[in-house]
C-alpha cells in the first residue's frame, strides 16, 4: 500500500507540475521555436532541421514522462480504493 501511495502522491505532483502556467508557457513556446525554427529554415540546411526534430522530440519526451507519471498515479489511485472495498 505504501508503493501505491508513493506513486499517487507523486502523480498529483507531476499533475501540479503540468498546470503550472509558467511550465504550460515554456512547453508552447518551446514547441513554437522549434516548429517554427524547421519550417523557416532552409530546407537544404539538414543539421538545423534535423537539430530542430531532436529539440522537438526531447520535448515531447520530458512532457511525456509527466504525463506518464499522472497516469500511474491514476491508477494507484484506484487500486487503493478497489482495495478499500
Avoid at 537544404?44 to 504525463?67: P, V, Y
Wanted: hydrophobic letters at 40%; aromatic letters at 8%; proline letters at 2%.
Amino acid at each position: 500500500m505504501s508503493d501505491l501511495l508513493d506513486e499517487q502522491h507523486r502523480g498529483a505532483r507531476a499533475a501540479s507540475i503540468l498546470r503550472e502556467p509558467l511550465v504550460i508557457e515554456a512547453f508552447e513556446e518551446l514547441r513554437k521555436t522549434y516548429v517554427n525554427g524547421w519550417s523557416g529554415s532552409d530546407p537544404s540546411d539538414t543539421d538545423f532541421r534535423e537539430q530542430c526534430f531532436h529539440l522537438l522530440k526531447a520535448l515531447e519526451a520530458f512532457e511525456q514522462h509527466f504525463e506518464s507519471a499522472v497516469q500511474t498515479g491514476k491508477m494507484a489511485s484506484q487500486q487503493m480504493e478497489a482495495l478499500r472495498k
